[in-house]
């Protein structure tokens, strides 16, 4: 399986040479160094608990364009969903947690039926889950499992292919709240 | 006893068979029996795999989640349809979306083993799916009519009529799942249970195969031990078997040397037997008496010979050889015997063949009478000949090869098997014509192989025989005069010793004067053996010079006598041998029989003094005052066959030229006696006369440097019992012959130049 990213705007620069210049300035808070802008468009996605870059009262708030502007990391992978392997693109979810500045131990992942399952948070940094968003380049309908889907990438480790992290791999994402 | 276990060890042989054919058995079941646990294994893990992938409680959270969201998107479908509550088109979307999605779920999942009542699902997933597309005017991508609250409320009745479908699809697929579950259940139970009993099974076989592996160990344990013992027992019995067989050929060797004596006692007394006026007849059985006494000793002697080469007593004294002078030595005995019949002798030694090499003269001689007289004995017309070559040998070194060929009877190949046995003659018939021991071949054979070579035979019946001797081929370096090598102090004895020689040649007892004359001790001189332990009796000497053969009394049998003596002081005199025979053996049994030191003639001045140095220690001056000059090389070193010079020159260190002229004199002006001596005894068949006169002119010739004389008469002492009369005849001519020329020689050499010339023919 091959993992391709792609930058669009290149935040993860801007915000090292930013960390750089204000150093001095901001010891007392080294984390964050960009405050989330205010979704614009419909919140898809809603990062809540132990958010330390809050957009909207307690939680970090996004729309499908912040989600678009964060880097980008597409695979195809096999899924129990879908005969066929499918291709699936969107930010990781390592980056949306730290766009929101969200820290702590458990995942809380919650679709839009109330499904509801957690999943350590050291999952975001052992795999490279993504948050996708497009299907096979498409956006996902809702009666497509959209329009948010966690996926682990399967094919990459074995160990991946069971049930416990296909149960973690929630489709019609809404909110995550970080425990 | 190695028979019996033999047999056990046969007998145990079925069993071994039973015993490797249930192991087999075992192995062949115990992989048997691992394939199926592997098979079982297999199974196992597909199963496994099969509730992993399918999922199957998954798919029944799937139908359960479609039901959940059927339920509420009918509470919210119904509410849409209330006209007292505003109509939430957002909500009513998310939740017919989110009810599609789970829809497209179940139709997409791979279910179909899932479905209870297939026709019955699909019928209510159809309904499902008209519902969508009738919804879909509204609700779908693209909405082609408006969603008002008539939309909904014509639809809500088709979607409260798929609720108790769902429903019954929801139930299905859980029971179905149940019975799956508990149908897995079962197999993997059965296939524990399966795995168990063979795991059971299989133990059991390895404890068996554990068990037999065991007992064969043990089993093989227990044969190492009886191999052991049975080695152990088998090692005893041949020691025991070579102890006797040493024991035996001792025995032979003492008896044969025991009858020895007394035997040459019975031939004396039949010489005298002779002397007291028979009659013809009587005469007649006295020679065969003789001829059978003769026929006696040779066999003693070949026992003898056989017997000590089994036990290992045979020494090889190796010298350089004038192999010249070898072949003519043995062609002067062996002529006579070729020319009684009518048989022509050829010896021949190819041009590559060295002049001298080294070996044992005497033995090489031996092997070469051996094969001449058989040739001679087995051939009645044609040649005898003799060839003598070098060749390479098989391992790479230089060989000399003795071929004798006869134009005989020949044997056939069973024959030739036999004949190097003892005991084996060519056949029996042959044997009673042509007597002999039968024992010539083995010791020929046995003395060739000590030598490092073998004999060997070729031969086709009535195509006659051909025997080859080869040994390996040693040649001496050649003699070059040594620069006075420094010997080991040849110093007399510090005090002038009272010295009894007991001798019965007066040359000898001349010569030995002289010796001790020089060395500055006092000779006394007895006859023989008895009148030395006489003249011992009657005062004391310091050292006994004591000849082996005397008459009367010997050496051997007057050192016992003497060592027997009751007064300590004379019975422990210090003895010491002379003799003209340098075997080993010889020396082994004057040193048995107690004489301290072993003299072989020609005596050299420097031999004497090193005796009487070993036995006395040496004194500080010689009484001349000369340091003597090195022994001049041995006998062989000169090849003149008439006079030995370096025994010439030895005997001149001992004595001046003027003694040994007188001796030398003395010596051949008895010699027409002496000649008359042994003829008499060829005459009166005595061979124990001709033997002692013979070795008595050998002795004295020796050491006066005569080589010629002392050879022939050593043929003659050696061939007294065996040779033919006509051939000993011959060989006391040859003595005579040469008495003239050995005149003419020491003449020459100027020992008798002090003398008036005699007439050459005497």
Redesign the interface.
């Given at each position: 399986m091959r993992i391709r990213r792609s930058h669009p705007n290149h935040p993860g620069t801007g915000r090292r040479s930013l960390l750089c210049l204000g150093g001095g300035l901001l010891l007392a808070a080294a984390w964050p160094v960009r405050a989330l802008v205010a979704a614009s468009g419909p919140v898809v996605l809603t990062v809540g608990g132990r958010v330390r870059m809050p957009n909207q009262g307690d939680a970090a708030h996004f729309d499908m364009t912040m989600l678009a502007a964060l880097p980008q990391t597409s695979f195809s992978t096999r899924t129990?969903?879908?005969?066929q392997p499918r291709r699936f693109t969107g930010p990781l979810l390592r980056d949306v947690l730290v766009a929101a500045g969200a820290q702590g131990d458990v995942i809380r992942l919650t679709a839009?039926?109330d499904?509801r399952v957690d999943m350590p948070y050291q999952d975001a940094q052992r795999h490279d889950v993504i948050v996708a968003r497009l299907l096979d380049d498409k956006p996902m309908?809702?009666?497509?499992?959209g329009p948010l889907f966690v996926i682990y990438p399967f094919d990459s480790r074995p160990e991946l292919r069971?049930?416990v992290y296909?149960s973690r791999s929630a489709?019609?994402l809404r909110k995550i709240d970080v425990l | 006893m190695a028979t019996a276990e033999d047999r056990r060890a046969l007998a145990r042989h079925p069993q071994d068979r039973l015993r490797y054919s249930w192991l087999a058995l075992t192995g062949f079941v115990l992989v048997l029996v691992l394939l199926a646990v592997a098979l079982v294994q297999a199974r196992q893990a597909t199963l496994l795999r099969q509730v992993v992938q399918a999922g199957d409680d998954y798919v029944v959270l799937m139908v359960y989640q479609a039901e959940t969201e059927q339920l509420r998107l009918r509470d919210q479908w119904q509410r849409a349809a209330d006209d007292r509550v505003p109509l939430d088109a957002d909500t009513l979307r998310l939740r017919y979306e989110i009810w599609v999605s789970r829809i497209e779920l179940l139709r997409s999942a791979d279910l179909q083993h899932l479905l209870s009542n297939p026709d019955g699902d699909q019928r209510t997933l159809q309904q499902a799916m008209d519902f969508i597309q009738r919804a879909d005017l509204a609700l779908g991508r693209i909405p082609e009519v408006p969603l008002d609250r008539g939309f909904v409320s014509a639809l809500l009745p088709q979607l409260e009529s798929l609720t108790a479908p769902m429903h019954e699809l929801s139930l299905g697929a859980s029971h179905k799942v149940s019975e799956q579950l508990e149908a897995r259940g079962i197999a993997v139970r059965q296939q524990n249970r399966l795995g168990l009993g063979l795991t059971a099974f299989l133990s059991v076989l390895t404890l068996a195969f554990a068990f037999i592996a065991l007992r064969q160990v043990a089993q093989l344990r227990e044969r190492r031990l009886v191999l052991e013992e049975l080695a152990t027992k088998l090692r005893l019995a041949q020691r025991e078997a070579e102890a006797a067989s040493d024991a035996k050929s001792a025995f032979l060797a003492n008896m044969s040397h025991e009858i020895r004596t007394p035997f040459h006692g019975l031939m004396g007394m039949l010489s005298l037997l002779r002397e007291t006026g028979l009659t013809p007849r009587q005469v007649d059985y006295l020679r065969t008496a003789t001829e059978s006494a003769d026929h006696l000793l040779a066999l003693l002697n070949d026992i003898l010979d056989m017997s000590q080469l089994e036990s290992g007593r045979v020494t090889l004294a190796v010298a350089p050889v004038d192999l010249r002078a070898l072949l003519r030595d043995v062609e002067a005995l062996m002529r006579p015997q070729a020319n009684a019949k009518p048989l022509a002798l050829h010896i021949d030694a190819a041009p590559g063949v060295p002049e001298r090499l080294l070996a044992d003269a005497t033995r090489v001689k031996q092997i070469l009478f051996n094969l001449l007289s058989n040739a001679i004995k087995f051939t009645d017309h044609g040649a005898v000949v003799l060839d003598v070559r070098t060749r390479e040998g098989e391992d790479g070194q230089a060989c000399i090869e003795f071929t004798v060929t006869d134009t005989g009877v020949g044997m056939d190949e069973a024959t030739q098997e036999q004949l190097f046995n003892r005991f084996v003659q060519g056949d029996s018939t042959r044997s009673r014509r042509h007597g002999g021991t039968g024992l010539g071949l083995e010791i020929s054979r046995n003395l060739a192989r000590l030598m490092g070579g073998d004999v060997s035979v070729r031969s086709r019946p009535g195509e006659g025989s051909c025997f080859t001797f080869h040994m390996h081929l040693q040649v001496p370096p050649p003699t070059v005069s040594e620069p006075a090598a420094p010997l080991p102090a040849v110093l007399p004895t510090s005090r002038p010793l009272q010295v009894l020689v007991a001798e019965d040649h007066p040359v000898n007892r001349q010569y030995m004067a002289a010796l001790l004359e020089n060395l500055g001790h006092q000779a006394h001189f007895t006859g023989n053996g008895q009148e030395a332990v006489e003249a011992l009796c009657r005062r004391r000497y310091d050292v006994v010079l004591m000849d082996l053969h005397m008459p009367v009394l010997d050496g051997v049998g007057a050192t016992r006598a003497i060592r027997a003596l009751p007064d300590a002081a004379r019975s422990t005199v210090p003895i010491v041998a002379l003799t003209a025979d340098a075997f080993a053996e010889t020396r082994d049994r004057c040193l048995v029989a107690g004489m301290n030191d072993f003299l072989t003639k020609p005596v050299s001045v420097q031999k004497l003094a090193a005796s009487l140095r070993r036995l006395f220690g040496s004194g500080t001056a010689t009484p001349n005052d000369t340091p003597l000059p090195p022994e001049p090389s041995p006998a062989w070193a000169g090849s003149h066959p008439v006079v030995d010079e370096s025994a010439v020159a030895m005997a001149l260190q001992a004595m001046s030229r003027e003694r040994l002229a007188a001796m030398v004199k003395a010596f051949l002006d008895q010699a027409p006696e002496t000649v008359q001596r042994l003829r008499a005894a060829v005459r009166d068949a005595q061979p124990l006369d001709l033997r002692t006169n013979a070795h008595a002119a050998k002795g004295a010739a020796l050491n006066l440097g005569m080589s010629a004389l002392a050879a022939t008469a050593e043929a003659l002492h050696e061939g007294a019992a065996h040779l033919p009369a006509h051939e000993i005849a011959r060989l006391v001519q040859r003595y005579e012959d040469l008495v003239p020329a050995t005149r003419q020689a020491m003449s020459a050499l100027d020992v008798l130049r002090a003398e008036p010339q005699p007439a050459v023919t005497e």
């Open positions: 129990p969903w879908y005969a839009l039926n499904y309908a809702v009666r497509d499992k069971g049930a296909y489709w019609q | -």
